[in-house]
C-alpha cells in the first residue's frame, strides 16, 4: 500500500463548478499536511498546508480528519487557471515528506 | 532571482556517462533535498542533507551520490547514467520548523539514451 494515496483524475470539470479531491495517509503517526499545485513541466509550488481545524484561502478550502486517516481539498467556482496536478503531501513521524502522484485537473470553458 | 535555482534545466545524456545536477539556495535554509519525479510515482526521495556535514540516503539512493559543497550549494551525481534514470529530478529547502512546506527549483529533466 502507498504511504499516500490519491485518485489519479483526470477531473474534468467546466468553469465554475465545485470539484473536491480526497488524499489517504497509512502513517497516524503523520505530523503536518500540505497540499502543492504543480503546473506541467514546472515545479511543485505550495498551495496551502491544512490544519486540524481545517483551513480556508479564498476559493480553496482544505480539510484533515485524523481519525480516517484523510485530507481533502475543495475547489470552488474553478477557473481555467486552476488546471493543474495537486500534490497530497504529509510529514510523518520521522520528519519525511511523503508525497502522493497527484490529482490532474483540467477545468474546461 | 529563483530562491532555489538548478542546473541545467535539459540534459541529454548516454548510457554510462557521469553526470552532475547542480542545485544551489538563497532561502538561507539548512535542510536541501533531492527527488526524481516519473510519471504515476509522485515524488522520491534520493538524497537529503541538514547541514553541510549531515548526509543522508534517502529511499532511492543506488546509482546516485552526493554533495554538499556549502550551505547554500547541493549537487547531485550520476555516477554511470542508465536509460531508468531519465526523470525529471528537483531540488527542494526547508527550514528546520517541521510545520513548513518544501521550496522546489524549476527541476531538471535528464534523459539518458
Known amino acids: 500500500r502507498k504511504e499516500v494515496e490519491q485518485d489519479p483524475g483526470p477531473f474534468n470539470v467546466p468553469e465554475g463548478a465545485t470539484v473536491a479531491f480526497n488524499c489517504t495517509y497509512s502513517n497516524s503517526a503523520s505530523q503536518s499536511f500540505f497540499w502543492y499545485r504543480q503546473d506541467c513541466r514546472k515545479e511543485p509550488k505550495l498551495l496551502m498546508s491544512?490544519?486540524?481545524s481545517g483551513n480556508e484561502d479564498g476559493r480553496f478550502t482544505a480539510q484533515l480528519n485524523r481519525a480516517s486517516q484523510y485530507i481533502s481539498l475543495l475547489i470552488r467556482d474553478s477557473k481555467l487557471s486552476d488546471s493543474a496536478t495537486y500534490l497530497c503531501?504529509?510529514?510523518?513521524?520521522?520528519?519525511?515528506?511523503?508525497f502522493g502522484a497527484g490529482t490532474r485537473l483540467t477545468v474546461k470553458p | 532571482d529563483a530562491d532555489v535555482t538548478q542546473t541545467p534545466r535539459n540534459r541529454i545524456t548516454k548510457t554510462g556517462k557521469r553526470i552532475m545536477l547542480e542545485c544551489s539556495q538563497t532561502?538561507?535554509?539548512?535542510?536541501m533535498y533531492w527527488y526524481r519525479q516519473d510519471p504515476g510515482l509522485g515524488l522520491r526521495l534520493i538524497y537529503y542533507?541538514?547541514?553541510?556535514?549531515?548526509?543522508n540516503k534517502g529511499e532511492i539512493s543506488d546509482g546516485y551520490s552526493v554533495s554538499r559543497q556549502a550551505q547554500a550549494k547541493f549537487s547531485l551525481s550520476l555516477e554511470s547514467a542508465i536509460p531508468n534514470q531519465t526523470a525529471l529530478y528537483f531540488c527542494?529547502?526547508?527550514?528546520?520548523?517541521?510545520?513548513?512546506?518544501?521550496?522546489f527549483g524549476s527541476g531538471t529533466r535528464l534523459t539518458v539514451v
Open positions: 491544512v490544519y486540524s
Open positions: 542533507s541538514f547541514d553541510v556535514k549531515d548526509i
Open positions: 532561502k538561507g535554509h539548512d535542510r
Open positions: 503531501v504529509v510529514r510523518d513521524n520521522n520528519n519525511d515528506m511523503r
Open positions: 527542494a529547502t526547508s527550514p528546520v520548523d517541521r510545520t513548513y512546506g518544501y521550496t
